[in-house]
């Protein structure tokens, strides 16, 4: 008996429905984001308040508390960023090499990665502690430090705690990312490279590093784009604090809808943060384009 074949759109219209149906809730939910931010909306009472147009993103950009925020938003994700994306490319090369261990330590790299975000969280606000934390207790026993600091309650130490947590959980992905693609490179040109008499150092700038251009720039949008609109990890470490200098800015949404209870403000600032990231993926994606035309 001859079986009837498949369309090939047939499976595109099973998934039709799902996907109509997520991307209504994400339209609308957009949409009347933008909304309300033309409005005085509060939860303590009821209806979209008066309309006041653009009165509320005057009133944002006017606002030191948002300065503050926006400053602690560029620190965090430059902060993570950078270390992330480095050393999770360094640690792929190295895994790349034919070491007996390489093995192994793929498999305990990747496991902060499977660990979730509050349990990390958790765990390193622990760690950081200032009565029992272990940090504390190995730098007063190499004489780094005299007394137990506080690290995530000081101001000038909570945002680099945060940071480092977080580069400790986003590092595995990374490595990842980057061994996948240096699989991909090769051998016969770092074969022709060592004929030349081309060292490591050059095997490195001139073969790995051209080969990963176009990884390399997916790895920084996407690191940028997750540490930009983090939220877990900072809120169950700091809650923002403290005096408000680890508050990036989707804890400041969080605070300014769900504390306070000023929607529409908090809807100003989701626009303002959805149009930052857009101002920064809009030439990335120019220059992705224009390199493959």
């Keep these: 008996m001859k079986q009837k074949k498949i369309p090939d759109k047939f499976p595109y219209l099973l998934l039709l429905p799902a996907f109509a149906f997520l991307g209504f809730i994400v339209i609308f939910s957009g949409l ?9 909306m509060k939860l303590t009472r009821p209806g ?20 503050k925020v ?8 430059v902060g993570s960023v950078i270390p992330i ?7 792929a090369v190295i895994l790349n090499q034919k070491l007996r261990i390489a093995a192994v330590a793929r498999v ?30 190995l730098l007063f026993r190499l004489g780094l430090i005299n007394s137990h600091q506080a690290w995530l309650g000081k101001s000038s130490t909570a945002m680099l705690g945060v940071i480092i947590a ?8 990374y490595v990842v990312l980057f061994y996948a693609a240096l699989q991909t490179i090769p051998e016969q040109l770092y074969e022709a490279a060592k004929m030349d008499g081309a060292n490591m150092w050059q095997n490195f700038a001139h073969i790995t590093m051209p080969q990963l251009k176009s990884v390399f720039g997916i790895a920084i949008a996407l690191a940028f784009m997750w540490s930009w609109n983090f939220f877990d990890l900072i809120f169950v470490m700091t809650e923002g604090g403290p005096a408000r200098s680890t508050e990036i ?3 400041h949404i969080y605070s300014t809808g769900f504390l306070y209870y000023r929607m529409s403000d908090a809807a100003t600032i989701s626009v303002f943060l959805i149009l ?5 993926f809009l030439p990335y994606q120019y220059l992705q384009k224009r390199k493959f035309e």
């Design 32 to 40: 009347y984001n933008i909304y309300i931010s033309f409005f005085s």
């Design 166 to 173: 977080n580069v400790w959980k986003g590092i595995p992905f």
């Design 70 to 77: 926006l400053k602690n938003s560029i620190v965090w994700t």
């Design 249 to 251: 800015m989707p804890i």
């Design 48 to 67: 979209l308040g008066r309309y006041v147009g653009l009165w509320n993103y005057v009133d944002l950009l006017c606002n030191p508390l948002f300065h």
């Design 276 to 280: 930052v990231f857009f101002m920064c």
């Design 108 to 137: 305990i790299i990747i496991l902060p990665w499977i660990v979730p975000g509050v349990v990390v969280a958790t765990v390193w606000r622990l760690l950081l502690h200032a009565d029992f934390g272990l940090f504390n207790d």
């Design 85 to 91: 994306v480095l050393i999770g490319l360094f640690l």
